[in-house]
């Protein structure tokens, strides 16, 4: 399946991105990784990756893994197939690329990608279990079923980034996947929307280990997810038209009332 994928992408004409657009993408991935230390969902460490897509065979990367005094010129453009155009990676971040390129090929919808090891939802990556969609946060951000896992692999192994593909294209709806024994990885319609998914997940993720102290989390109503899918899919139809009709919007789509 990804091979078709991939072979569709190579098909599409790349669109023109100036050094302006690619500056003002690069600032608002900086703006998003703020936003993750400012809500306080990162390690104690600062760890993580960003990338933002720039068209439709290229994307931002973050350059290096410690990223909380990112700067917009620690982004590098890479290919989709992983050729780095501008800039240099570190190694710990070069062989991250296929993990950021294989969700790029795969959702024509992203346009943000964040991978975390934020503490408590990294507690169900090594737990290997689901994080269960049970509270509010993630229905309005756009993750409106479970978060599912995907099998352990090597970082940035054929193994790993298969089984994103795999779980990625087992669950259409989601917008995050739990590596298994890792971590988090997030996508969004751009780097903020993204960013604020990541808190929303990490947060559930803390009151989900909370309420079981008291006799664990409920699920919503039945009905109430598949609900919040049908109000999605109307959103994103709505956006599309409105987007033919060369309106801008600003806000996670998930998260319009």
């Not at 023109?16 to 993750?36: F, G």
């Not at 240099?88 to 990608?113: F, K, Q």
Request: net charge negative; proline share 5%.
């Amino acid at each position: 399946m990804t091979a078709n994928i991939a072979t569709d992408y190579e098909m599409r004409e790349t669109m023109p991105t100036s050094a302006h657009q690619v500056q003002a993408r690069a600032q608002r991935v900086v703006e998003a990784a703020k936003h993750l230390f400012v809500a306080g969902v990162m390690s104690h460490g600062g760890h993580a990756n960003l990338s933002a897509r720039l068209d439709a065979n290229q994307f931002l990367l973050t350059t290096v893994g410690a990223v909380r005094e990112l700067r917009p010129d620690q982004l590098a453009t890479v290919r989709l197939d992983g050729k780095v155009v501008d800039g240099e990676l570190a190694p710990e971040n070069a062989e991250i690329v296929a993990m950021h390129s294989v969700i790029y090929r795969t959702r024509d919808d992203v346009g943000g990608i964040i991978h975390t090891h934020s503490p408590a939802a990294t507690a169900f990556a090594l737990a290997n279990r689901p994080l269960p969609c049970r509270t509010e946060p993630l229905l309005r951000f756009g993750q409106a079923e479970d978060v599912p896992v995907v099998a352990w692999g090597p970082r940035g192994s054929d193994v790993s980034v298969r089984g994103i593909a795999e779980v990625v294209g087992e669950h259409p709806m989601t917008a995050a996947v739990l590596l298994a024994n890792h971590g988090l990885l997030v996508f969004g319609p751009d780097p903020m929307a993204t960013a604020q998914l990541v808190v929303a997940i990490e947060e559930s993720a803390e009151a989900e280990v909370a309420a079981a102290a008291i006799g664990g989390a409920m699920d919503f109503p039945a009905g109430a997810l598949a609900a919040v899918r049908e109000s999605m899919a109307r959103l994103r139809m709505n956006d599309g038209r409105l987007a033919d009709n060369g309106e801008a919007h600003g806000e996670p789509r998930a998260a319009r009332s």
